[in-house]
């Protein structure tokens, strides 16, 4: 298995423009998650899903962000409009639902907001 | 409030000796813990996983977990300066959500 596959690698972007971030998760796994990564706040958990529905969102900052997973093999995490606040690297990770609950990650996206 | 606590270090050990990471957490209930471990600009990558009281062995890298104290550490023997990294502890809480702690930073000197 290629394992968590997210793009872009880096985006670069100007304040108030549209990002979408992707991820293609591990095939057989039902969990997914999303994390933004910064070094004054660590890995934070943004969204998770479990089997294409969302559990928890609380982490999403404010209403910029919004996530989907319309199937089980593809999920994108959206800013609208973006801020240089934003700038993070965001991680996609998997889990299998009935495994040992091991999560994989991602290469992630390291993202600048200008 | 579900919370994963580490020390942030950076926590310096001597080429060959022994690392030792803490970690704790908030729920009772959690059943599964994990330790990853994430080299500079790099993605964080699964290194031991424990699920029951005690220690877990896997090479030079021992995990041990007490549920009464709510307690997870890691051992890592022989250290080498490859594995100069930051630590993160995470555990799965609800049998669904992964909460990670902030990480500890290891610097392993040659």
């Known amino acids: 298995d290629a394992g968590v596959i997210q793009s872009p690698r880096h985006e670069v972007t100007e304040m108030g423009q549209e990002v979408t971030l992707r991820c293609k998760p591990i095939?057989?796994?039902?969990?997914l998650f999303w994390y933004r990564q910064t070094m004054m706040r660590g890995l934070e958990l943004l969204i998770y899903?479990?089997?294409?529905?969302?559990?928890?969102d609380s982490g999403m900052p404010e209403d910029r962000f919004s996530a989907k997973m319309p199937n089980a093999s593809f999920s994108t995490l959206k800013i609208q409009p973006s801020e240089p606040r934003d700038s993070a690297v965001y991680f996609c990770a998997s889990s299998s639902l009935t495994g040992t609950g091991e999560a994989f990650f991602g290469q992630g996206t390291r993202l600048t907001v200008v | 409030q579900k919370e994963v606590e580490q020390n942030s270090g950076p926590l310096s050990v001597p080429e060959g000796a022994i690392a030792s990471l803490n970690c704790t957490y908030s729920?009772?209930?959690?059943?599964?813990f994990f330790w990853y471990r994430q080299y500079s600009g790099k993605s964080p990558e699964l290194i031991m996983s424990i699920y029951s009281n005690g220690d877990k062995e896997d090479g030079r890298f021992t995990a041990q977990l007490n549920k009464a104290s709510q307690y997870v550490s890691l051992l890592i023997r022989d250290s080498q300066p490859s594995d100069s990294a930051t630590y993160l502890c995470a555990a799965l809480f609800g049998g669904q959500n992964f909460v990670f702690g902030p990480g500890t930073r290891l610097s392993v000197l040659p």
């Open positions: 729920d009772r209930g959690s059943q599964s």
């Open positions: 899903f479990n089997n294409n529905v969302p559990i928890d």
């Open positions: 095939s057989g796994h039902n969990s």
